[in-house]
């Protein structure tokens, strides 16, 4: 660092000796957002890129697993945003109905001893917004720090009045064009919540249980009974069916005819059923409980069975199940299970483990319950978001996701959109038990808002409207809302054109509607992602005709996952998620989003172990190190190019005057920026990352600051460096920019104040700017392209690191010593012109081309490929017997590996019925292990 101690006052002066995020991440980032920098640019000159933030539930603060999500979305706005493209990121908050509420209510419960029932709708929903309050801003807050940058003038919630009317209006037409409707289904039902759950809410447990083995009498034959098998006997209340298989011989005989349901004399038709009965299964006969079995429903569909439902919303025993009514579930499976045994019906119980679904939000077990709920026809609306995919308008990156979205959209299920719950979207439906269809055609003759049909369960009229209808609406009858609210991902399917306004035609819908890119975790390629697209491609809310106008993006990302030190996803509902804050006030945000970066592969998820101080909270973790020691590394290059930058805006450029490692600096800062830009295009951010990483700490630190310091230090020498250096600083801070905002900005601020105009005359340019958030992009520029530059300085490199590697096996990294090249294949003069121009670089005292040490002269050496041969460096006379018995260890442990190897192959069973493939890698590495250890041998018998 030499070379820029007498200019340090006026370049480095800019910047702080030591990096400190603290002070510097408020003062920039309230320097963006005051002036305006992420509002899309009216006057920027390419076309609009658009992201709609998948927004974060307002039940507690964002994880490690957010952090990854924005990080990754905010490196595409500001690349896109340095392109010139026009750029929306628009951020918001989802109100995640079943999960906030749910969070309220345990609070509630915890704090005060009341439910929901206790408090009412109004209060229950009032505590729920001063909720959102509160956890929104900590949100939003979260992303500010983080670096997002996001148009906040634009911000979102999924309950607010833009989003409301949007999704009153779209359920409006959906009910008009009768892809809406209510009916009677088998729902998951959560009985801790009291609301219906959708599949993709529930996850699987095993659960250690029995099997219990009933005996159901045979009508009119005593002592005759029939065998079934359940892990939930208390759901026999409610049988209404046995079934046998149609072509099991055994029971033949007994198809058609009854059997008694005990203890509760229900008489039940014996049915046939081959798609239900596994004649090799058990006994071959299975109860049928159409009212609370997903399967059973089936059956009770198929033979038109009586469905019973025999539990209460809380998950009790109705009325349906004669003396057990009024019995928790659990308790009323041991009474049952009692009452069998004492009657002599159990014919045996058995241990068994069983997977019991589970909700999400409670956590407790899910109910098969039959319940009258909303749902959405998706048969039309599944076919035409598969189209899209196949068609090739969406595209999912990594491509085997596309797989999952195809695979679910084929089931085409029909959407249960109806909740029961107090917060969310009140389901715009109200019924009139009362009103005659004239009533409402005389009531709402001057609107085109409201639509009406026949409600078929109940009698009377259902009544859709975007608008609140009073209850005194049609005179003389009484108008009720339906109390249900609607499911979160109805609301959250819309938020790509809601939050720009629709249903009005608004500047920003006609501006950034298609958005760009959909960046997400796989876990909600269903729940979230496919009905987005069902939803955009149905609305169509710019009516456009082009299939490419009609999808909502048209590229889905999807991410790895952030897993605990256990491997488990991190989730708000586990409590195992870390606040990234948490990991900022150690490492800093850019240290955070560079390491988060780095591990985004698109193969493996990312265990991310990260570790607490008890005392003080602080993240102890060294995961995040490594993104901390690159901003240092950065810092501490930015400062040592000012001190050395002083005059480099007035030095004299000639392109003839650079030298080789000038060109060679050049070309490769061309390179990177080509190849970043390729890898951004593809979604691979970590290739991205990686290049940069390695282009800036090895390329432009370890190679060219290190080869020019001689030059920085002479007067006559060092304008066409410092030409060079500021221009390669000004794009590598530009091409690291998205990825570490706060830092790069920070240094942009000391490049600007050192040396403002950074272009290479006629070679290149390197557009001015005030902030490194407005700067351009690097242009591709094929005059920086220099292939023979780039070969010549790696042979330079290949030398010199020859050098380093035998010094450091001499134990000389640190010290000065002699290298010889006794065998230089005719490379002599690049030999000689590589140490004669950066031999600093390698710390040697002298060169021997085509000479050999002296004989005797123990010597370190490393084989150089550009040569054909190896340099040497003789090792001080205390190191020999380190190295005499470092490669002892070594052929001892080459030879207990061949040992094992050749064992193998010596076993004819191995070679004879392994894959050809382990037999021949087996040979191959037998092999490579001979050949190091006649290597190291031969090391051994020169060291004596």
Avoid at 191 to 220: N, R, S
Avoid at 370 to 384: D, I, K, T
Avoid at 611 to 626: A, I, L, Q, V
């Amino acid at each position: 660092m030499s070379a820029g101690t007498s200019d340090e006052r006026a370049g480095a002066g800019a910047l702080p000796k030591v990096y400190d995020p603290a002070s510097v991440e408020d003062r920039i980032y309230r320097a963006w957002e005051e002036g305006g920098f992420f509002e899309p640019d009216a006057k920027a000159p390419k076309e609009p890129f658009t992201i709609v933030i998948p927004p974060p539930n307002v039940t507690d603060r964002l994880h490690l697993g957010h952090a990854l999500n924005n990080a990754l979305q905010d490196i595409l706005i500001r690349w896109r945003r340095m392109q010139g493209r026009k750029t929306l990121w628009l951020p918001g908050t989802d109100h995640a109905g079943i999960a906030t509420q749910a969070v309220v209510e345990r609070r509630m419960f915890e704090e005060e001893g009341k439910t929901r029932r206790d408090v009412g709708r109004d209060e229950l929903v009032r505590r729920i917004w001063a909720w959102r309050e509160r956890s929104g801003d900590i949100i939003l807050n979260q992303l500010r720090r983080i670096g997002c940058s996001c148009d906040w003038t634009r911000t979102r919630f999924t309950l607010d009045e833009t989003c409301a009317r949007a999704v009153r209006t779209a359920f409006y037409k959906m009910f008009c064009d009768g892809l809406i409707y209510r009916g009677l289904r088998l729902v998951n039902w959560d009985t801790h919540l009291q609301t219906a759950v959708a599949d993709d809410e529930v996850y699987h447990e095993t659960v250690a249980g029995h099997m219990w083995h009933i005996k159901y009498p045979i009508k009119d034959q005593p002592g005759e009974f029939v065998t079934v098998a359940t892990t939930r006997p208390e759901t026999m209340l409610g049988d209404t069916a046995v079934a046998v298989h149609p072509n099991d011989e055994r029971y033949s005989g007994l198809i058609g005819k009854t059997v008694i349901l005990p203890l509760l004399d229900r008489q039940l038709p014996v049915i046939a059923d081959g798609q239900l009965v596994d004649p090799e299964f058990g006994s071959g006969c299975v109860k049928v409980t159409p009212a609370h079995d997903p399967n059973d429903y089936e059956v009770g569909l198929r033979h038109d069975l009586e469905m019973i439902n025999i539990l209460t919303p809380d998950g009790r025993i109705n009325e349906n199940g004669g003396p057990y009514e009024g019995l928790d579930r659990f308790e009323a499976r041991v009474k049952v299970v009692e009452d069998l045994e004492a009657q002599g019906l159990m014919e045996s119980i058995e241990p068994y483990e069983t997977e019991i679904g589970h909700s999400d939000r409670s956590k407790t077990p899910i109910e098969p319950y039959l319940s009258e709920q909303w749902f959405v026809r998706m048969a039309l609306l599944a076919e035409r978001a598969m189209e899209a995919v196949r068609d090739g308008h969406l595209r999912f990156h990594p491509e085997r996701y596309a797989r999952t979205y195809l695979d679910w959209l084929s089931q085409k299920r029909d959407w249960c959109i109806s909740r029961q719950l107090w917060w969310g979207h009140q389901i715009p439906i109200w019924s009139c038990a009362t009103c005659s269809e004239q009533d409402l055609k005389e009531a709402f003759a001057d609107r085109d808002d409201v639509a009406w049909r026949e409600d078929e369960s109940r009698g009377g009229w259902l009544i859709c409207s975007p608008a609140d209808l009073a209850p005194d609406a049609v005179r003389g009858h009484t108008l009720e809302r339906d109390p249900d609210v609607l499911d979160t991902w109805f609301s959250s399917a819309l938020w790509p054109f809601s939050t720009l306004g629709w249903p009005e035609p608004t500047d920003d819908l006609k501006v950034f509607y298609p958005t760009d890119v959909l960046i997400t975790a796989r876990e909600i390629v269903t729940l979230w992602v496919a009905r987005m697209v069902m939803m955009g491609l149905y609305i169509n809310p710019v009516d456009s005709d082009d299939p490419k106008r009609k999808v909502p993006f048209r590229d889905v990302y999807i991410h790895a996952m952030i897993q605990d030190g256990q491997g488990r996803r991190m989730q708000k509902s586990l409590g195992n998620g870390v606040d990234p804050l948490k990991v900022i006030a150690t490492h800093g945000a850019d240290a955070l989003r560079f390491t988060l970066a780095y591990m985004t592969t698109e193969t493996q998820d990312v265990r991310m172990p990260v570790e607490m101080d008890p005392e003080t909270g602080r993240n102890t973790s060294p995961k995040f190190d490594m993104g901390r020691n690159f901003c240092n590394k950065l810092w501490n290059a930015v400062r040592f190019a000012l001190m050395n930058l002083d005059g480099a805006a007035e030095a004299e450029f000639d392109a003839a005057a650079m030298r080789l490692e000038d060109r060679w600096i050049l070309s490769r800062t061309e390179y990177i920026g080509r190849k970043v830009q390729v890898e951004l295009e593809a979604f691979h951010f970590q290739a991205s990352v990686m290049a940069l990483y390695d282009y800036f700490w090895h390329d432009l630190c370890d190679w060219y600051l290190e080869a020019v310091k001689p030059r920085m230090a002479d007067a006559h020498q060092r304008g066409t460096a410092q030409r060079v250096l500021a221009f390669v600083l000004d794009r590598a801070l530009r091409m690291l920019h998205p990825f570490m905002p706060f830092i790069t900005e920070a240094a942009w601020e000391g490049l600007n104040a050192t040396v403002a105009d950074r272009s290479l005359a006629r070679l290149a340019e390197a557009p001015p700017s005030e902030r490194l958030i407005a700067a351009a992009w690097p242009d591709a520029c094929d005059a920086l392209l220099d292939e023979e530059a780039e070969q010549a300085f790696e042979l330079r490199r290949d030398l010199i690191d020859g050098v380093r590697r035998a010094k450091a096996e001499s134990g000389q990294s640190a010290s000065a010593a002699p290298a010889y090249f006794p065998e230089p294949g005719g490379q002599e003069e690049l030999i000689a012109a590589t140490f004669a121009d950066y031999g600093q670089l390698a710390g040697v005292t002298e060169v021997h081309i085509g000479e050999a040490p002296a004989d005797g002269q123990v010597c370190a050496s490393h084989y150089v490929a550009s040569l054909g041969g190896s340099v040497y460096v003789p090792m001080p006379q205390e190191k020999v017997e380190q190295e005499r018995q470092r490669v002892a260890r070594e052929i001892a442990d080459k030879k207990r590996l061949l040992a094992g190897a050749e064992k193998k192959l010596a076993n004819t069973k191995f070679t004879e019925r392994a894959p050809a493939e382990v037999v021949e890698h087996q040979r191959a590495l037998a092999e490579e292990t001979r050949a190091a250890i006649d290597a190291l041998q031969k090391r051994a018998a020169e060291l004596g």
